[in-house]
Structures are given as structure tokens and as C-alpha cells.
């Protein structure tokens, strides 16, 4: 199977054990390997066009490197679909352990220094865009990862904290 992943961090890994192209009986005895191949290279076609099924990344693979904007004002120069309220999703890419049927970008990362390191840099990246969301209404605050709540207490508690000190200047 030959699929483009330059806009992906890593290929599913649903195929990453089985090569579908040698059709290799053995793997799938009971089916028919011919139709089965016809059927998940179009399935997967259809999947990678524009949202890879469950192979979720930050930043969103639609914003490669070479094509994003240079500027916090150009990131921000699109009208909302509502306009003068934004929504915040904050990535945290840690976990107690990496499961084999995630897709998520995500660390298992033990020392608290690099959880704090993390934090800090997002608080200020937070500051960054603080003037640029001046007078607009947050509706929503999404934590995502990983798993947030690896974070300790005091870090979730920092990072909330610095989210209304930056949107309420």
C-alpha cells in the first residue's frame, strides 16, 4: 500500500504490521486478499483525503510547515464563524503509557521538570495571542491529549489560571 504521510506525524498503525501488497495468505487465511486490498485501499483513500481516520495530530495536518502564516495577526485575520468569540483547544501530549490503539500524539514522560517545561511554554503561548483575542468572548476551553489530567494538580491549576489572566487584561 502506498499512501502519502508527509502531512502526518506517523501512519496509522493499523497497517504498519501487515503488508497488504504481498498478499500474504497466511496473515488473513479466510478471506479473499485481492478484494480485501481493492476495498481498504479505497477506503483509506477516501479517509486521507482530507481527515485521516483516527490518526489525529497537533497542529492539524492540514497546516503543513511551508504554508502557515508567519504572524499571530495572520493566524487571527479570518473571520470567525462567530465572530468575536473564539474557541481554545490546549494539547496535552502526556500519558501514564502509550496504548496501541491510540492515535494521539502523546509521551509517557515521568519528570516533573519537563511536565513543568511544557506548561510554561504553553502559558506563553497563551500571552502571545492574548492582545490579538482582546475584546472577543472565549465560548469554550477544550483539554486534549494525551491525557490532561497527568498533568499534576498544581500545573492544570497554573495553566487555568493563566488562561483568564491572559483573555482578561
Not at 100 to 115: G, M, N, Q, R, V
Request: contains cysteine; glycine residues 4%; charged residues 20%.
Amino acid at each position: 500500500m502506498n499512501l502519502d504521510y508527509q502531512y502526518f506525524n506517523r501512519p496509522p498503525r493499523s497497517i504498519k504490521s501487515l503488508d497488504l501488497n504481498k498478499g500474504d495468505e497466511s496473515v488473513l487465511p479466510i478471506y479473499n486478499v485481492a478484494g480485501m486490498i481493492e476495498r481498504l485501499n479505497d477506503l483509506l483513500g477516501l479517509q486521507n483525503d482530507f481527515y485521516p481516520c483516527f490518526d489525529w495530530t497537533f497542529p492539524p495536518p492540514i497546516f503543513s510547515p511551508a504554508s502557515g502564516p508567519c504572524l499571530v495577526e495572520e493566524l487571527f485575520s479570518e473571520k470567525s464563524i462567530t465572530p468575536g468569540r473564539f474557541s481554545i483547544y490546549l494539547h496535552i501530549p502526556f500519558c501514564e503509557s502509550i496504548c496501541k490503539h491510540c492515535y494521539y500524539t502523546a509521551f509517557s514522560i515521568k519528570d516533573p521538570k519537563y511536565l513543568r517545561r511544557y506548561t510554561d511554554y504553553l502559558i506563553k503561548e497563551m500571552y502571545m495571542y492574548s492582545n490579538i483575542l482582546d475584546n472577543q468572548t472565549c465560548e469554550s476551553i477544550y483539554l486534549g491529549g494525551g491525557t490532561p489530567t497527568y498533568l499534576p494538580n498544581n500545573l492544570l491549576e497554573m495553566i487555568l489560571t493563566n488562561i483568564h489572566n491572559a483573555l482578561n487584561r
